[in-house]
């Protein structure tokens, strides 16, 4: 286990020192590639738990709340025998971050004010356009639009602020697809209120939930563990680390 330790400092010091997630995430896959699925399962659930120490551990946890990137370094097959060691193990945290459930809330994204509906009259590619431009107003008219790209552009837009992410991200109905691009984005996931709110919101995708929850503080994960919109596994999730921290 001291081995395995090592191994995992030594990855979190590599993966810090990459500019770009996706060279983090291939690293990440490279690195556990090397190591049993027992000892991958071991290796995920020391980085989860450190995800809120240092910088370092950060951008590592960071990168375990996409499923589809993690998959995607690691393979189907591997990806799957991970989660198997992790359920013999009894590593819940970890066999939580390799199930996928479906959000316990679903409903119509998109426009649903009468301020709003003008914008539905709008061509895709105009409102893709749109929401490139740096003009207040226009952002403010485009977040309930249902497309991830049209939210992509606003998440990347230079004149988007906190206030209008909290928008898209505490948005209920809303897409469990624009709810996680607004989880991993670069920029506006390092910011605490924002992931509280997605991890407040019945229509996350729980997967993404649960692996936002480490860094929450004891408070926020309290209202998770008893809000009964939300799915099971996120409230067990959330009680489970309340226990963990109480027990300190």
């Known amino acids: 286990m001291k081995d395995l330790e090592e191994f995992v400092e030594k990855l979190l010091s590599d993966l810090a020192a990459l500019p770009e997630e996706k060279m983090r995430l291939d690293l990440l896959g490279r ?12 290796a995920i659930d020391i980085i989860y738990k450190k995800g809120t120490e240092t910088g370092h551990a950060k951008k590592a946890a960071s990168l375990l709340v996409n499923p589809d990137g993690l998959k995607s370094v690691l393979g189907a097959d591997r ?13 819940v945290k970890v066999s939580r971050l390799f199930t996928d459930l479906p959000p316990l809330k679903k409903g119509l994204s998109g426009y649903q004010t009468e301020e709003e509906g003008p914008m539905e009259l709008i061509s895709l590619g105009e409102r893709r356009a749109l929401s490139k431009r740096p003009v207040k107003e226009t952002i403010d008219r485009l977040l309930s639009d249902p497309d991830t790209m049209v939210i992509g552009n606003i998440l990347n837009n230079p004149r988007t602020t906190e206030k209008e992410v909290l928008k ?13 691009l607004v ?3 670069r ?15 019945p229509y996350s995708p729980p997967r993404v939930t ?15 563990a008893e809000d009964k919109t939300l ?18």
């Open 210 to 224: 649960v692996a936002l929850l480490e860094g929450l503080m004891t408070q926020d994960l309290r209202a998770v």
């Open 168 to 180: 898209v991200a505490s948005k209920r109905a809303n897409s469990p697809a624009i709810l996680k």
């Open 187 to 201: 920029k506006w996931s390092k910011r605490y209120d924002v992931r509280k709110a997605i991890a407040l919101n």
């Open 31 to 42: 690195r556990l590639s090397h190591l049993t699925p027992d000892d991958s399962a071991r």
């Open 183 to 185: 989880a991993v984005h």
């Open 231 to 248: 799915h099971s596994q996120v409230r067990e999730a959330a009680r489970d680390i309340v226990k963990e921290r109480e027990g300190e």
């Open 79 to 91: 990806y799957r025998l991970i989660y198997l060691a992790s359920i013999e193990l009894g590593l």
